[in-house]
Structures are given as C-alpha cells and as structure tokens.
C-alpha cells in the first residue's frame, strides 16, 4: 500500500491568497484526520471526518478554514485568506476506525506550508 | 479530560547506551496506548501500541508497557543507535473517544557516535 498520500509536500505563498492542502487515505480506511503541527503548539487536531462525514470541527482555528472528503478516497483542507501565523506542517491521517482495537492512525508524510 | 504528560527534552545520548522516555496518562475508562516516532521532515510513524493492561507493545527494539495501576507507558530501548534520533510521542485513544488520538508534547531524543 502506498500509504496516505499528501500533496504538495511544500507550498509557499503570500498572505491573502487561497491555499488548498489535499489528502488520499489509504484505501480501505473510512475515518480521516487533518492536523496540524508547530513548534508553539505542538500536534493540534483540526477535524476528523468518518465515512467521509464531518464528525468533530471543534479544532478549526477559525471560519477562513475549511475541509471536505467528497469521496472516501480523497479529502482538501483550504484556507482563505492565508495568514502568517498559517505557516505550520498539515498533517492528513487515516484509519479504519470501526474495528475493534485498531483505531492507530497512519500519518502522510505532510504539507509544509508557509505564508510570507 | 484525557491527556498524556511525557518527559520534557531534547534527551542527548551516546550510541549504545539506554532509553527510557516517560509517560503518564489521565484518561477515562480504559485507553489504548500508543508511541509514534516523527523523524526530521518526515510524518509520524506509529512504533508500537499496548490496548490492555500489562500488555508489552515491541517493535525495533523498543519497549512499553501497559502499566495501569501507575498510569504510564514508558519507553525503552537497551541500546539506542544513531538512527534513532528522532522526536518520540506519546498517546491513547480513551474508550470515551474512540477515534481521536491525544498526544503528548514529544521528547526531541538525539543519539551521537
């Protein structure tokens, strides 16, 4: 398997721009996790999504955030309009959640974005 | 609510020598628990899990175990290796939440020749 799959692994962008961060979970996974990593504030979840379902957005820093999972292979977190204090390492996450003793989640390899 | 303390870093240790990070744990019920392993410029890896009491969670050399009357989850390694050098974290999964992990802070562990 190919793991969960990010892209792109680095964005560079202006602030006020919009960014689009996008996920493929590893097939078979039907719960899917957004995370996102700074030095400051360590590994904060921001959303987790089953059966392509939003479940818990309580961690969406504010209304210029915003995530879909059209389809259980595929899922974007966007932002807009990009801030400075945006630039962290994004995270996407999967797993297969239901069964019994095997909520481990599977990290990509993650998005580094920074907003200039 | 849950929540995961682990020992503050960065740990700087020879090749060879031992490994122990510590963790603690407050969560409701009975948590699954869980080390990942973040090398540089890379996601998090899961390195090994324990999902009962006294259960020992193994993997490349590293050890947990599952220790419920002390609420912790250290790890260990007998012998650590340059590659090693990673950043360690520590979590569960609480039976209350079945799907959201919560971490600890991570441990910066750096190994020299």
């Known amino acids: 398997d190919a793991g969960v799959i990010q892209s792109p692994r680095h964005e560079v962008t202006e602030m006020g721009q919009e960014v689009t961060l996008r996920c493929k979970p590893i097939s078979g996974h039907n719960s899917l996790f957004w995370y996102r990593q700074t030095m400051m504030r360590g590994l904060e979840l921001l959303i987790y999504f089953n059966n392509n379902v939003p479940i818990d957005d309580s961690g969406m820093p504010e209304d210029r955030f915003s995530a879909k999972m059209p389809n259980a292979s595929f899922s974007t977190l966007k932002i807009q309009p990009s801030e400075p204090r945006d630039s962290a390492v994004y995270f996407c996450?999967?797993?297969?959640?239901?069964?019994?003793?095997?909520?481990?989640?599977?990290f990509g390899p993650g998005t580094r974005l920074t907003v200039t | 609510g849950d929540s995961v303390t682990q020992m503050e870093g960065p740990v700087t240790l020879s090749e060879e020598a031992f490994l122990t990070i510590n963790c603690t744990y407050t969560?409701?019920?009975?948590?699954?628990l869980f080390w990942y392993v973040q090398y540089p410029g890379e996601g998090l890896q899961l390195l090994l899990k324990?999902?009962?009491?006294?259960d020992k969670g193994s993997n490349k050399g590293f050890e947990a175990t599952y220790r419920k009357e002390t609420t912790s989850f250290h790890l260990e390694k007998g012998s650590v290796q340059v590659s090693d050098s990673a950043v360690y974290f520590c979590?569960?999964?609480?039976?209350?939440?079945?799907?959201?992990?919560?971490f600890g802070s991570g441990t910066q562990l750096t190994v020299l020749p």
């Open positions: 996450a999967s797993s297969f959640g239901e069964l019994a003793g095997s909520y481990e989640q599977y």
């Open positions: 969560a409701t019920g009975y948590p699954s």
């Open positions: 324990a999902t009962k009491a006294d």
């Open positions: 979590a569960l999964i609480s039976s209350g939440s079945a799907r959201q992990l919560t």
